[in-house]
Nanobody
Framework: QVQLVESGGGLVQAGGSLRLSCAAS????????MGWYRQAPGKQRELVAAITSGGSTDYVDSVKGRFTISSDNAKNTTYLQMNSLKPEDTAVYYC??????????????WGQGTQVSVSS
C-alpha cells in the first residue's frame, strides 16, 4: 500500500504564491511519475502538471509560465510552486503517482486533496 499526503494549500490573494508538497510513503519499489490534478466545483478533474522520474515535465496550458513542478526522488516527494495565482486557479488539488509497490503491483494512488483558494 502506498500513501500520498499533500500539504501547502490555503487562501491567497490574486498574484500571490503557494507551494504544494506531496510525500509518498509505504511499500514503494519505484515511482515512475508524479502529478498534480485539480478539481473546481462543477468541473471535471484536470491534470495540472506532471513529472517523470527522469525529470521530464508537462503542464496544462493555463498554468505554463506560472507553475513549476519539481521532485526530490530521494524523499519520494513532489512539489508544485504556484506563482501569479488567479481566481480561476481555485480548486482542490490532488496528488497522484504512478508507482510499483514492493509486491510488484503497479497502480496509481491518490492523495486526499488540499484546497487552494485565490481571492480577487
Amino acid at each position: 500500500q502506498v500513501q500520498l499526503v499533500e500539504s501547502g494549500g490555503g487562501l491567497v490573494q490574486a498574484g500571490g504564491s503557494l507551494r504544494l508538497s506531496c510525500a509518498a510513503s509505504g511499500s514503494i519499489s519505484s515511482i515512475y511519475s508524479m502529478g498534480w490534478y485539480r478539481q473546481a466545483p462543477g468541473k471535471q478533474r484536470e491534470l495540472v502538471a506532471a513529472i517523470t522520474s527522469g525529470g521530464s515535465t508537462d503542464y496544462v496550458d493555463s498554468v505554463k509560465g506560472r507553475f513549476t513542478i519539481s521532485s526530490d526522488n530521494a524523499k519520494n516527494t513532489t512539489y508544485l510552486q504556484m506563482n501569479s495565482l488567479k481566481p480561476e486557479d481555485t480548486a482542490v488539488y490532488y496528488c497522484n503517482a504512478d508507482v510499483r509497490t514492493s509486491y510488484f503491483v503497479r497502480y496509481s494512488p491518490w492523495g486526499q486533496g488540499t484546497q487552494v483558494s485565490v481571492s480577487s
